[in-house]
């Protein structure tokens, strides 16, 4: 079947525009790397252990008042986060040089700024629940790519499986790069957005990857390049549509859920663009790269019937 030239000078095109972005997301990914070896990851008091003081005020405050009231009073670094209005407050301290933990302060500081303050909790988190965190978190996140190595061994050819895997992990890096590069906290929460995150990524990339060998199976005619770029277009809607109703599910979340989930929609939504972005710039790009022909699985069934 010969294409007319319009539809080969679209597909050129298309393909010109994917390569342009498998080469984009490689700049992210170096991006990404030069954060977090030269500024690192901030971890959060889940993982390094530390005081977490929790306490409400009769009258709403901003955060940023706050801030500067606690900076005035408290002398070791913190962080403090506000819900309901800013009437209930959650402050965190670092394990390390701690002068004044928990609830010791509260009073002094209550008196001092003339708030009426209302204790809530006081939790210590040594470091070595937060090495253990650390750890189990770890084996989470190893625990989840082994099984999407091991799902995707079974379901594509192998270079269609590298070409996910590969995706999943452009787009776990570059999560982590933005939190790098803009030294947010990494917490638990975050921790479990990456997982979904992991899962979101591997979704999209199967469903290109579907595609793809669907379209290989029954076409004679069509390129490997043709191929892929056919199976973009008829995935891309389905694709899009799931990516923005999530991410305005996730940006209802981000504003109007308060401080201490920002993170973890931060996380997501980074996650689920680039993740979007890597579906068709990455996991479909690497297999054309790696020699993928649009006739394999026809000759795979050529060569099953040709056996004894």
């Keep these: 079947m010969n294409n007319s030239p319009l539809e080969n000078e679209k597909n050129q095109s298309l393909t010109k525009l994917r390569i342009a972005s498998f080469y984009f997301a490689i700049v992210l990914v170096v991006i990404a ?17 530390g005081y977490l003081t929790e306490f409400s005020t009769e009258q709403s405050i901003s955060q940023d008042n706050m801030s500067t009231l606690l900076s005035a009073y408290l002398p070791d670094s913190f962080t403090v986060t506000s819900a309901d209005k800013g009437t209930h407050w959650s402050v965190r301290q670092a394990d390390k040089g701690i002068s004044l933990p928990g609830k010791v302060w509260l009073t002094d500081f209550a008196q001092q700024n003339a708030l ?6 006081a939790i210590y988190i040594g470091s070595q629940v937060g090495e253990e965190l650390i750890n189990q ?4 996140l190893l625990a989840a790519i082994i099984t999407v190595l091991l799902y995707l061994s079974l379901r594509f050819e192998w270079r269609l499986a590298a070409g996910a895997v590969v995706a999943l992990f452009h787009d776990v890096i570059v999560v982590l790069g933005v939190f790098a590069w803009l030294g947010l906290s990494f917490d638990l929460t975050i921790l479990a957005s990456l997982l979904a995150i992991i899962g979101y990524s591997l979704n999209d990339s199967i469903i290109v990857g579907d595609k793809i060998r669907e379209l290989m199976k029954i076409s004679k005619d069509e390129n490997i390049d043709q191929l892929i770029n056919k199976a973009i277009r008829l995935t891309l809607v389905r694709t899009l549509i799931t990516s923005g109703t999530t991410l305005v599910t996730i940006l209802a979340i981000w504003f109007f859920a308060g401080e201490s989930l920002s993170g973890f929609s931060i996380a997501l939504f980074t996650g689920i663009l680039v993740g979007t972005f890597s579906s068709i710039a990455i996991s479909v790009t690497i297999p054309q790269l790696l020699g993928l022909t649009a006739d ?10 040709l056996l004894p």
Excluded: H, M, W
Excluded at 296 to 305: G, I, S
């Design 296 to 305: 394999y699985y026809q000759r795979k069934e050529e060569d099953v019937c």
């Design 137 to 140: 978190g770890g084996l989470a």
């Design 116 to 121: 009426n303050i209302s204790p809530q909790d």
């Design 33 to 49: 790397l030069l954060g977090l070896f030269t500024r690192g990851i901030e971890l959060g008091l889940d993982f390094t252990g």
